[in-house]
């Protein structure tokens, strides 16, 4: 065992950390329990995380998967293919912009990543009334597209790739130029790959704002057939009644997505946050 393992201090901190993961943890334990219990039994006790396994059934979650909660998938159908087009798009686009924002020399650059940085600063509850009235104006109200489009040009990740690309040599400019490669060439052959990390914190970041995104989505989608994740589960509870066993079950279903989308970025996740962050 090496020597900083010997040190009090070592064993204060992982103690410490290891409370802090166990608070966090039984929130999703509490959760996944209740899932599995009848409605009857979460009216009289609520969450907790006490194990009675007399109560545990697999009903909540074969209703989900039936006939019976057929909108549910729907939701989950919707949320998904929203999230999947606007993380890409997001990133695709933004990437671009905080690219050219970081790499090249024109009049006015300085200018562009001011409005951006504004942009930031603006609450987007401010600009819900015009973005409503544009999406009417162009025909866009209860469509995927009046979702997406508003915002798949972020100012976070336009100011995070242009943070990351600031720190990366020019020289590879040059030398794919010299290859006779083009300017789009240059970007994806080269500055993508070494954007990697930068890509992995922004996609798990955008894709979870995207899935959990409410206020936006309830504005422009008004038909049951287009309503997202969110939004159908918020409808579950009414003044005339609470599906709670069913509401916290799709509720454990949604985190998966993320979850799965956490697992396989976070590699990238610290060093992509890390190495963006600390250039200006």
């Known amino acids: 065992m090496s020597a900083k393992w010997n040190r009090p201090q070592t064993w204060l901190l992982l103690l410490v950390l290891v409370l802090f993961a166990a608070l966090s943890v039984f929130p999703f334990y509490s959760l996944l329990l209740a899932s599995f219990k009848p409605s009857k039994e979460l009216l009289r006790f609520g969450l907790n995380i006490g194990l009675q396994p007399e109560?545990?059934?697999?009903?909540?979650?074969?209703?989900?998967?039936?006939?019976?909660?057929?909108?549910?998938?729907?939701?989950?159908?919707?949320?998904?293919?929203?999230?999947?087009?606007?993380?890409?798009?997001?990133?695709?686009?933004?990437?671009?912009?905080?690219?050219?924002?970081?790499?090249?020399?024109?009049?006015?650059?300085?200018?562009?990543?001011?409005?951006?940085?504004?942009?930031?600063?603006?609450?987007?509850?401010?600009?819900?009334?015009?973005?409503?009235?544009?999406?009417?104006?162009?025909?866009?109200?209860?469509?995927?597209?009046?979702?997406?489009l508003p915002f798949v040009v972020s100012p976070l990740p336009i100011f995070f790739f242009r943070q990351y690309a600031s720190g990366l040599p020019k020289d590879f400019m040059d030398a794919g130029r010299i290859d006779g490669c083009s300017e789009y060439g240059i970007f994806f052959k080269i500055f993508v790959p070494l954007m990697t990390p930068a890509f992995g914190a922004m996609i798990i970041v955008q894709a979870l704002a995207s899935w959990n995104s409410f206020v936006w989505p309830l504005i422009v989608l008004n038909a049951g057939e287009k309503l997202t994740l969110p939004i159908g589960l918020s409808s579950l509870v009414t003044p005339y009644g609470n599906n709670y066993d069913i509401l916290i079950a799709g509720s454990v279903l949604a985190i998966v997505p993320i979850m799965i989308v956490f697992i396989f970025f976070q590699r990238y996740f610290v060093s992509g946050l890390t190495v963006g962050g600390v250039k200006g």
């Open 55 to 148: 109560l545990l059934t697999f009903h909540n979650y074969s209703f989900i998967f039936s006939s019976g909660a057929e909108k549910y998938m729907i939701w989950y159908k919707n949320s998904l293919i929203i999230t999947v087009v606007y993380t890409v798009l997001c990133m695709l686009l933004s990437s671009m912009v905080g690219y050219g924002l970081a790499m090249y020399r024109f009049r006015g650059r300085n200018i562009v990543f001011l409005f951006v940085l504004l942009v930031m600063m603006v609450p987007v509850e401010i600009i819900m009334l015009p973005l409503y009235k544009q999406m009417i104006a162009m025909n866009l109200i209860n469509t995927f597209s009046g979702v997406i």
